[in-house]
């Protein structure tokens, strides 16, 4: 079982439609979550971080449900720009690494 | 600021040749990250260094791949001889510091390899 799993979607939405990702994580070790935005033939950025309380970042809203192992990531009033591979990623404090889900693919049409 | 620099951006060459990518990370980051990034995965780390010294290289396949960073600053990362699954895309990343959740990881553009 992957460490970090994610549905590779893609999933097709139209522009101002509200979007859900969800992600998965099997090592409960795992402390701290993030999500990263990676768009066509470029490098991974950080979108934000992801805290049990929530964290909302504009459009964007982030959960930790460490009692399901699972993490979300909601999308409000979808852009074409939001148009990328979102990225769901654990931190492993035993070994100071990132682990890396596969991604989710958004494509937002017009 | 400058951000992370990796060259060459493309390299196509044949199984069992040699190959080589540089990285030179935010001036002032200890800490340099490589990943393989395989089509339709997330990054995987393969290396890791806190200035010169190796953090982490526990999934780099040592039989083939090796990587410096003598000085603490620039790294590079070879393959010898490459296999057709090496195929992906090599990020480099640096950090401030590693250690903690948040020291933020800086990517560079990466280097597309197709072996063939």
């Known amino acids: 079982r992957k460490e970090v799993e994610q549905d590779p979607g893609p999933f097709n939405v139209p522009e101002g439609a509200t979007v859900a990702f969800n992600c998965t994580y099997s090592?409960?070790?795992?402390?701290?979550f993030f999500w990263y935005r990676q768009d066509c033939r470029k490098e991974p950025k950080l979108l934000m971080s992801?805290?049990?309380s929530g964290n909302e970042d504009g459009r964007f809203t982030a959960q930790l449900n460490r009692a399901s192992q699972y993490i979300s990531l909601l999308i409000r009033d979808s852009k074409l720009s939001d148009s990328a591979t979102y990225l769901c990623?654990?931190?492993?404090?035993?070994?100071?690494?990132?682990?890396f889900g596969s991604g989710t693919r958004l494509l937002v049409r017009p | 600021e400058a951000g992370v620099a990796q060259s060459p951006r493309y390299k196509i060459i044949e199984k069992r040749q040699s190959v080589a990518f540089w990285c030179n990370p935010i001036?002032?980051?200890?800490?340099l990250y490589w990943y393989q990034q395989i089509l339709g995965q997330g990054p995987k780390l393969l290396i890791q260094?806190?200035?010169?010294?190796?953090?982490?290289d526990s999934q780099l396949p040592k039989d083939r791949f090796s990587a410096e960073r003598l000085k603490g600053v620039d790294s590079t990362l070879k393959i010898q001889p490459a296999k057709l699954e090496d195929s992906a895309v090599y990020l480099c990343?640096?950090?401030?510091?590693?250690?903690?959740?948040?020291?933020?990881?800086?990517f560079g553009p990466g280097t597309r390899l197709t072996v063939l």
């Open positions: 990343a640096s950090s401030l510091d590693f250690g903690r959740a948040y020291n933020e990881q800086f």
């Open positions: 992801v805290y049990s």
């Open positions: 090592n409960s070790a795992s402390q701290s």
């Open positions: 990623v654990g931190w492993m404090d035993s070994s100071y690494k990132l682990i």
């Open positions: 260094f806190q200035n010169n010294g190796v953090v982490d």
């Open positions: 001036s002032g980051h200890a800490t």
